[in-house]
């Protein structure tokens, strides 16, 4: 895929809004990490300094830093537009004076793996500030509270898709649906959509859901041409193809036809 970016190469990077601008305790951020990850940190391996500690984290590298700004709005008022998950977003992060910067780089693992660890760091710093708002790879905004409650659970075989990845539902001019996902490039996998669609907003959701789980939970495949029946909707069967996408023709999506 020609626009798949090297996993190997990519930092990733995570924001935490702030209401009052202080980084988190380090033992306590490092027991909360622990017991979200099960993997602890060597404090040997940290180099802290007055807004920043760097380390390292189950092999790879990671950096918490404190940005005595706020995150810009118009970074943040199309993520909260979005959010229906979250209503309250763009009053809740909208006055931040201040943010958290997370990242993760390095070799060890797979897109999915880093991804998972940067939840969990990202969680443990926000447990321990005063957080206004996460903000996920640029383009998700959730509240810390249920960020954190998810992170508790996200593995690999439960990845928390709802924190990485939006699913977008809109309607055609014909009053079809359509789907498409933001996110799964990030994941080294190509964004879902759905061109149109008679089906309830729900059931496209679910199938769509079912199909990104699948493909990040295995590190599956989906090969151009072929027929998949995922979750909701075993007994169908979908044709699946590498086309360019609705919204970028220099970009390849999996299009799914489903009626």
């Known amino acids: 895929m020609a626009e798949k970016l090297s996993e190997k190469s990519r930092m990733l990077l995570s924001m935490v809004a702030l209401d009052t601008p202080s980084l988190p305790r380090q033992r306590e951020m490092f027991e909360t990490l622990a017991s979200l990850s099960g993997v602890a940190v ?15 984290l189950g ?32 009053a809740r992060v909208r006055g931040n004076n201040s943010h958290i910067v997370v990242a993760l780089g390095g070799e060890n693992g797979d897109a999915v793996q880093r991804s998972i660890a940067l939840t969990h760091l990202t969680a443990a710093v926000a447990a321990h500030v005063d957080a ?11 509240n810390p509270q249920v960020f954190l409650e998810e992170a508790r659970s996200a593995s690999q075989e439960n990845v928390p898709l709802h924190l990485w990845i939006d699913f977008r539902i809109e309607q055609n001019d014909d009053g079809t649906l359509r789907l498409f996902t933001t996110g799964m490039m990030a994941l080294d996998k190509m964004e879902i959509e759905i061109p149109n669609s008679r089906h309830e907003p729900k059931k496209l959701f679910d199938f769509a859901y079912s199909i990104a789980s699948y493909l990040l939970s295995r ?25 360019p996408s609705m919204l970028d023709s220099q970009m390849t999506v999996l299009r799914l036809e489903f009626p």
């Open 132 to 142: 206004a708002g996460i903000f996920w790879s640029g383009s998700l905004v959730h």
């Open 42 to 56: 060597n404090p040997k391996t940290v180099e802290a300094k007055e807004s920043s500690l760097v380390f390292f």
């Open 219 to 243: 590190g599956a495949e989906i090969r151009d041409g072929h027929t998949v029946g995922v979750g909701c909707c075993e007994s169908e069967k979908v044709m699946a193809v590498h086309a």
């Open 59 to 90: 092999g790879n590298r990671a950096a918490v830093a404190l940005i005595p700004a706020p995150i810009p709005w118009s970074n943040l008022e199309g993520p909260c537009g979005i959010a229906w998950w979250w209503p309250e977003a763009g």
